[in-house]
Nanobody, 123 residues
Framework: VQLQASGGGLVQAGGSLRLSCETS????????IGWFRQAPGKEREFVAA?????????YADSVKGRFTISRDHAKLTVVYLQMDSLKPEDTAVYCC????????????????WGQGTQVTVSS
């Protein structure tokens, strides 16, 4: 399974960004695609997850109501993270990953990771 995150950038507080996770390989052999983030000096943090089966979504409390994870309806192997109402504390490197677990909100449950994309939110 290969994953590649893109779409990061610099945005002002209150703005929006949409991250993309392009997946390839035996991606459908995994149940869940997740987004994680890591800010300098902090531990990796779960952000959101999407399950292929049923399209269920899960969010960290810190992003609930502001971020939306979804799947491209045409390119079925692309998962998006729409980030609205961004805050300076959302600044981090964002990565996507694949897991066999259905409810997967811990990094340890994800064996496959893509390269990250930097998101910087200015105040």
């Amino acid at each position: 399974v290969q994953l590649q995150a893109s779409g990061g950038g610099l945005v002002q507080a209150g703005g929006s960004l949409r991250l993309s996770c392009e997946t390839s390989g035996k991606v459908f052999s995994y149940n869940t695609i997740g987004w994680f983030r890591q800010a300098p000096g902090k531990e990796r943090e779960f952000v959101a997850a999407f399950t292929w089966s049923g399209g269920r979504t899960y969010y960290a409390d810190s992003v609930k109501g502001r971020f939306t994870i979804s799947r491209d309806h045409a390119k079925l192997t692309v998962v998006y993270l729409q980030m609205d109402s961004l805050k300076p504390e959302d600044t981090a490197v964002y990565c996507c990953a694949a897991s066999s677990s259905v409810v997967a909100d811990r990094a340890a449950l994800y064996p496959y990771w893509g390269q990250g994309t930097q998101v910087t939110v200015s105040s």
